[in-house]
């Protein structure tokens, strides 16, 4: 995508629906004059396609034995598909998961570590091309070796959703689709709404309407610390002050949760992971853009606070975070509501999944470059105030209390772990890319 190679930002995280992007096709030509011969046979023919047209898009209604097809280019229902389905969700004693956003960087991690100690998993995601959607369909490639089936479709959808719940009697939601990054709000501000808001909000009016009513587990983000000041972020301090639309997208989904919690009793986490990094990971953030520009031999910008203060963030290694999330799921309380009342008050709760240990930008790349064995080309710049914040630094004392999170990896180990996934994976030798599949 062109604004990764332009721009470095240290937050970004991806997902974007191609119906969002502006529409470049030429205005039409209308032409007044009428050749009758010609113009009545043209009429004619486009009559006849247009038909031809319809009844492919809309003639098989969608009944159980064949797949309904929309016009984005999902496709879902039918005997083979509901099979898939069942089987990817089924479980002997575990959680059955619904698990969406999953073939994102956290949702495909979350997933396979379910899948192995022995939850159902059934997964969802959009294929949306915010990134390269070629390593989204990599991931799947890997959840489908480990058994877990990714139904390709929107959150937004709720027949998709409530046709899922009808074939699974999900005990838990993950739920990992978002459009994530930070910049990436100033160029495309709907597709925030569409899945940080609307998809949100059709994904808990799915679950409520559920019976059983799942217990639902999602990912906020740091980001709602916004402009605060106060280190290191504790879950109690003032989330009012987002510096971007997409923070502003998580804040609502915060308050979203409570109504839903308060009036239907559905039992809601909601877990503020910060900066989370690791193999597999997602190429519109800093720690992966740098890697790709320093083997590259091309600049990149470091982003410096206005007094020359240095930029910081609290790097989080992905399989700490995994931990965070099967933490989180497996303390989750059951919800309280059916036939849209809720019978007493639900479980609520919110966690800070961070390190604990800020890194200043500089050290990140330092630790690259010593990783890659290449010196960085460095240009410094001050920051633009286009979304990012100073500093993130997250007190993790209440996820330690509730299920004993404890993060594990330092930046130096991880980032070992994410450039030897990174140089196998784009090694170009089929040999080293069997490794990067196998390591997970
Ligand atoms: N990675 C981080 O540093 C970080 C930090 C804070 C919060 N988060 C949050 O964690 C979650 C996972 O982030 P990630 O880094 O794995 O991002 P990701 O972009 O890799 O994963 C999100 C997935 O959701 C899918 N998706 C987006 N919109 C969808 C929709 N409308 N319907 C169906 N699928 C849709 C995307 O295709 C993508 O595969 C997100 O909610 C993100 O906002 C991530
Ligand atoms: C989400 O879906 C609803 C219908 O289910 C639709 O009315 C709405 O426009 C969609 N929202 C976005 C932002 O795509
Ligand atoms: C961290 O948060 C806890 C509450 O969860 C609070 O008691 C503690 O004082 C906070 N620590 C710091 C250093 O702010």
Redesign the pocket.
């Known amino acids: 995508m062109s604004q990764q190679k332009t721009v470095s930002h240290i ?1 970004n ?3 974007t ?1 191609g119906k969002f992007k502006p529409d470049k096709s030429p205005p039409y030509i209308h032409r007044l004059r009428v050749h009758s011969a010609i113009s009545r046979l043209t009429l004619w023919s486009s009559l006849f396609l247009i038909f031809i047209i319809c009844f492919f898009f809309f003639s098989p209604p969608s009944s159980s034995a064949s797949p309904r097809r929309a016009l984005g280019g999902d496709s879902w229902g039918g005997h083979n598909w509901e099979k898939k389905v069942s089987r990817s969700a089924q479980t002997r004693s575990g959680l059955t998961v619904l698990v ?2 999953a ?5 495909t991690h979350v997933s396979i570590a379910l899948k192995r100690r022995g939850d159902g998993i059934l997964g ?5 091309d ?1 990134y390269d959607p070629q390593l ?1 369909r990599a991931r799947r490639k890997l959840l489908d070796r480990a058994g877990v089936f990714v139904v390709e ?4 959808d709720s027949e998709l959703l409530r046709k899922l719940f009808d074939v699974v009697a999900f005990t838990h939601v993950m739920h ?5 990054g930070v910049r990436y709000a100033m160029q495309n501000p709907g597709s925030y709404v ?2 940080n808001i609307a ?1 949100f909000v059709s994904l808990l009016e799915a679950c409520k309407s559920a019976t059983p009513q799942p217990a639902i587990v999602w ?1 906020s ?3 709602v610390y916004g402009l605060n000041s106060k280190i290191p972020f504790s879950e109690k301090d003032r989330t009012d002050q987002p510096a971007s639309l997409y923070a502003a997208t ?1 804040k609502a989904g915060e308050e979203i949760a409570h109504t839903y919690n308060h009036i239907y009793g559905l039992s809601i986490t909601g877990l503020r ?4 990094y690791g193999p597999w990971g ?1 190429p519109d ?1 800093a720690y992966f853009f740098f890697t790709k520009d320093i083997l590259k031999r091309r600049a990149i910008t470091i982003y410096e606070a206005p007094d020359h203060g240095t930029i910081a963030r609290d790097f989080t290694y992905i399989d700490d975070i995994v931990k965070g999330c099967l933490g989180a799921l497996d303390t989750a309380k059951k919800s309280t509501g059916s036939g849209g009342k809720k019978k007493r008050a639900a479980q609520l709760r919110i966690f800070n999944l961070g390190n604990t240990s800020p890194v200043p930008v500089s050290e990140l790349v330092s630790i690259l470059e010593k990783l890659l064995k290449v010196k960085a080309k460095k240009k410094v710049l001050p920051m633009p105030r286009n979304g990012d914040v100073k500093f993130t630094h997250a007190n993790i004392s209440l996820a330690h209390k509730e299920f004993g999170y404890r993060p594990t990896t330092n930046l130096d180990t991880g980032l070992k772990k994410f450039v030897s996934w990174y140089q196998d994976y784009y090694s170009g030798s089929k040999k080293r890319v069997a490794r990067a599949f196998s390591n997970i």
Do not use: C, W
Not at 103 to 107: E, H, K, P, S
Not at 124 to 128: M, P, S, T, Y
Not at 176 to 180: D, F, I, R, T
Not at 273 to 276: G, I, P, R
């Open positions: 937050d995280l991806p997902s629906p969406t956003g073939a994102g960087f956290v949702g969802l995601d959009n294929f949306n915010y989204k479709g929107d959150i937004n990992l689709a978002a459009q994530a569409h899945s998809g990912a983000s740091s980001s998580k992971f910060f900066t989370v997602r953030m």
